[in-house]
């Protein structure tokens, strides 16, 4: 396939914004203005940016703890991204989320789930609502190949192909659920096979090829849109970081993680596109400064943005004050 | 003046449905046999022929996926009533009830609500055994974030779905087994209640009998016979557990001094315990004697008639806890 440049570089600064953001996230969490669970998404930036980039902006996104990458593209800022996750009034839920549980209404982002699978039966619903009101929107659900041994995947599975529902399940197969490898913890390892045994059509491709990644999707998104019921696609990838800041990484080996980080998703993408005289260094370096500008400002937005004040803590709970 | 007619517990919660589907095109409802079979407790009779498949959804049998996908519904803007069989299932969806529908509003900082209505039966009477059988709707009031109401009258039944509907927040309506097929007279043109607030049954001077659900008919017996004896209890039904309309319990206790609280929970833990706990913290020099309990006894529901009845707070129970504490003897 042919790329358009335009849209090529984009493909890349979303990638590189995410990275941008993770990296600065981990040396945040080094330097302790964040705390809690960390989970960084840094190899797996293809995923996001090339299944977003095949969604209409008023399609409701649903993801799990891994999800700063899909807040930013789904368009929650920089700054309210970073002040959520160190704790800040001015973070996306007043610091009552955390880096767990981003959410953006306007963006129809639902999610920041951190219990593994428990979005699957909401981005369900999500389909429901919006079908049975007329729309055509498609919800896409991400989630790892974790969630495929949760009753939840085969429940919400079943349920949307039953009532063929637009619903495009992107599994982010890392391999890893935590510090499990599929392998240890699932009998059928294929999880298209899953998918396909519950009436949903699935396709696996390579999850660290963004061109491969949101071509599948914008044929697929087609499809589910169209009326056809839900899908599924299986996209092979893999997280460079430990699964959250607390994981010493002793269950996969050094040169598995080398390997990996050879099909670098950014990287790859890079070289592509030089090759194809769609890159030259200067248009490289601009997006990497302006990803790094944008970000730095976010980390600024977050020092100085105020602590909530703790007398707000019980707002939020009902829509109306109640006492319990 | 009044008009009323005769009326089932049972048909009054259809006629609440009945109503909302009529009145709201985002109102529909899902659940396992709620459609062809016509609801496991024959709640839903009737209605997947008034109002379509479209909007009678029989679910698989998947608690989490249909409770979560209600949840879903409701963030795109519909109005599920979700209905799980018993309380007993709803275990099975707890992640998604406890983790989702209580917590999205506030962990999105009130970007999300959930303006969910999740119905299910509750608490023994029917020989269903342990696993069809208890009382966990304690449990759920635990939890911020939702709400729980009880309708224990024909009114509260007719009347507390259209004002869950109108909720922006989920809300849990339990249903007691023992009630569906109880008769009574209500008002033909009967409609929305207050879902919060509780309400004083009986009025009385002597004792105040906090109870809810299921066990106040039960209750109002028992202060029928106590009349009979020259004590007058107070019959207060709570009617939300959550939120907890400690004022009424309050006021209530000022009144009379004395309080047996009636729960068909177990008592470790249960809700009898908070209600119990707040008089002790709100109106302790105001009681003439400590607060009493009348609960479930602490075993697994048992199916044999006889050894489920045992377990429950009986009237002799709860006319006992009364007489022990030293009225209604001159």
Known sequence: MSLDRAHALELLRSMMRIRRLEERAAELYQAEKIRGFLHLYIGQEAVAAGVIAALQPGDPVVATYREHGHALLRGISAD???????GKAGGCSGGRGGSMHLFCTGARLYGGNAIVGGGLPIAAGLALGDKMQGRADVTAVFFGEGSAAEGTFSESLNLAALWKLP???VCENNLYAMGTALSRSQSQTDVCVKARAQGVPAESVDGMDVVAVEEAARRVVARVRGGGGPSFLELHTYRFRAHSMFDPELYRPKAEVEAW???????????????????DDETLRGIEEGAAAEIEAAVAFAEESPWEDPATLERHLYAEPVTP | ???????????AVREALREALQRDPRVFLMGEDVGAYGG???????????????????TPLSEAAFVGAGIGAALAGMRPIVEVMTVNFALLALDQIVNNAALLRHMSGGQLGVPLVIRMATGPGRQLAAQHSHSLEGWLAHIPGLKVAVPATLEDARGMLAAALADPDPVLLFESIRLYPTAGDLAVDAGAVPLEGAAVRRPGRDVSLVTYGGALPRVLEAAGQLAGRGVEAEVLDLRCLRPLDTHAILASVTKTRRAVVIDEGWRSGSLAAEVSARIMENAFYELDAPVARVCSLEVPVPYARHLEEATLPTVERIVAAVEEMGIGHG
Do not use: N
């Not at chain 1, 309210?80 to 160190?86: C, D, P």
């Not at chain 1, 980080?261 to 890159?279: H, N």
């Not at chain 2, 003046?1 to 048909?11: D, L, V």
């Open chain 1, 80 to 86: 309210a991204v970073m002040a959520e996750m160190f």
């Open chain 1, 167 to 169: 619903v495009l399940f």
């Open chain 1, 261 to 279: 980080r050879k099909r670098d998703p950014i990287v790859r993408f890079v070289a592509r596109l030089r090759d194809e005289g769609l890159l």
């Open chain 2, 1 to 11: 003046m009044s008009t009323t007619r005769r009326i089932t517990y049972r048909e």
């Open chain 2, 40 to 58: 496991c407790f024959a709640v839903s009779k009737g209605l997947l022929a008034e109002f379509g498949e479209e909007r009678i959804r029989d």
